[in-house]
C-alpha cells in the first residue's frame, strides 16, 4: 500500500542510473562483529509517499547479549526518516503477518504500507537509533557511542527498520529508495544506553489563526543520567525545534540557559552527538515546536480530509504523511539507562 499525493510542479524521475548517482556503501559485519541489514532498492515514483516496515530478530552469535557501541544508517537520497524500535505489543503491525524478505544479514518481513502508517501500532515500542540523514554528500550517519558506553540487545530480540520515502512537492526521491544498518559490536559494556521518544500530537497549524507553538514534558527516571544525543523531527510548516532540560516541576518553559538542542532544519535535522549534559535529578525534558502555515502547494482538500474537527481552515494535524499532516517528536539518548522512556 502507498500513499498518493497529487504533485504540482516539475518532480525529478526515479531511477539508479541518473548521472552523478554513487550508491553508498558500507561492509558487511561477521558474527563477530555484529550484526548487517539491508533493504533491497524500490521505486519510488513521483506524486508517491511511502512508509514500509522491515522486521527482524537479533541473531544468536555465540556471545550473549550483544553490546552495541557503534551505529551506521544508511539512506539513499530522499528519505524522510529512518528509525528502529525494539518490537514489544503487537496491535494490527504484527511481523509475522508480513511478506518475507531477505535483510543482507538477517532473513526477515516486510509490511508495506497500511498498518506501517498508524503511530498508535507501535505507540509502546522502545526506540533503538534513528537517522533523517540522507543527503548525496553525506549519505551515511556514523555514531560511535561515548567511552564505555553500548546498548544491549539479546538473540532472539526483535527489531523493526521502519523507513519513509517522499517524491513529492515537499521532498523529492531522485533514485530509488534503500536503508542499511549496522550494529557494530561492543568491546566495553559497562553503562547501558537508555532512550527517549517523545511526541506531541495535539498540534494544529491552521490557515486562519496565528504562528502556533506546541511544548510538551517527559520526566525521567529517578536517578543521575546525562544525554548524549538528541534530535527533533517535524514536518515542513516546522520553523524551530527546541529542547530544554526540565525540572520536572515548571509549568513554563525554562531558560533558554537549560537549553541544549535547537534546530531549524526540518528535512535533515542535526542528529546532535557527543554531548553529556546532565538533566536534574527528579526532572526530564521540556521541548517546543513553532511552525508557520503554508499554502499546500497540492491544495487544501486533502488536508481538510484529514482534520478530525472538520474546521475548514486547512488545518495541518498530527500525522504521519509529509505532504498533508505535521509531527513535534524528539529522538534523545542518555546513559546511564534505567528504562528505555516513551511519552506520547
Not at 500530537?201 to 486562519?208: D, P
Not at 502556533?212 to 529517578?222: N, R
Amino acid at each position: 500500500m502507498r500513499t498518493a499525493i497529487l504533485s504540482v510542479g516539475l518532480l525529478v524521475a526515479c531511477g539508479d542510473n541518473l548521472p552523478g548517482f554513487e550508491p553508498w556503501y558500507l561492509g558487511e559485519l561477521s558474527a563477530q562483529e555484529g550484526v548487517w541489514v539491508r533493504t533491497p532498492e524500490f521505486e519510488v515514483a513521483p506524486g508517491e509517499e511511502i512508509q514500509d516496515c522491515y522486521f527482524f530478530e537479533i541473531p544468536p552469535q555465540g556471545v550473549d547479549p550483544l553490546w552495541v557501541d557503534r551505529f551506521q544508517l544508511a539512506l539513499n537520497p530522499g528519505s524522510h526518516h529512518m528509525n528502529v524500535f525494539r518490537v514489544s505489543t503487537i496491535r494490527s503491525l504484527d511481523p509475522t503477518s508480513g511478506e518475507p524478505i531477505d535483510l543482507g544479514g538477517v532473513a526477515g518481513t516486510v509490511i508495506r504500507g497500511g498498518e506501517c502508517w498508524k503511530a498508535p501500532n507501535w505507540a509502546g515500542w522502545p526506540m533503538v537509533v534513528n537517522s533523517q540523514q540522507s543527503s548525496e554528500r553525506a549519505p551515511v550517519y556514523e555514531w560511535q557511542l561515548p567511552d564505555n558506553v553500548a546498548t544491549r540487545f539479546v538473540a532472539g530480540e526483535r527489531l523493526m527498520l521502519q523507513v519513509h520515502y517522499v517524491n513529492a512537492s515537499t521532498q523529492e526521491t531522485p533514485f530509488r529508495g534503500r536503508a542499511g544498518l549496522n550494529l557494530h559490536r561492543s568491546r566495553n559494556d559497562t553503562v547501558e544506553l537508555g532512550t527517549l521518544f517523545a511526541t506531541q500530537q495535539s498540534i494544529r497549524i491552521c490557515r486562519s489563526t496565528p504562528p502556533p507553538v506546541y511544548s510538551g514534558t517527559c520526566s525521567m527516571p529517578v536517578g543521575d543520567h546525562k544525554v548524549a544525543a538528541v534530535n527533533g523531527h517535524f514536518h515542513s510548516r516546522g520553523q524551530r525545534f527546541s529542547v530544554y532540560a526540565w525540572d520536572g516541576v515548571s509549568t513554563e518553559r525554562p531558560a533558554d540557559s537549560a537549553r541544549f538542542y535547537q534546530s531549524q532544519a526540518w528535512a535533515e535535522p542535526e542528529m546532535l552527538n557527543g554531548l553529556e549534559v546532565p538533566l536534574p535529578p527528579g526532572g526530564g525534558i521540556w521541548w517546543t515546536c513553532e511552525y508557520q502555515w503554508r499554502e499546500p502547494e497540492i491544495g487544501c482538500a486533502m488536508v481538510d480530509a484529514r482534520d478530525p474537527m472538520q474546521a475548514n481552515d486547512c488545518c495541518y494535524t498530527f500525522g504521519p504523511t509529509v505532504e498533508t499532516s505535521e509531527h513535534c517528536n524528539v529522538f534523545l539518548f542518555y546513559y546511564p539507562k534505567t528504562q528505555d522512556i516513551v511519552c506520547f
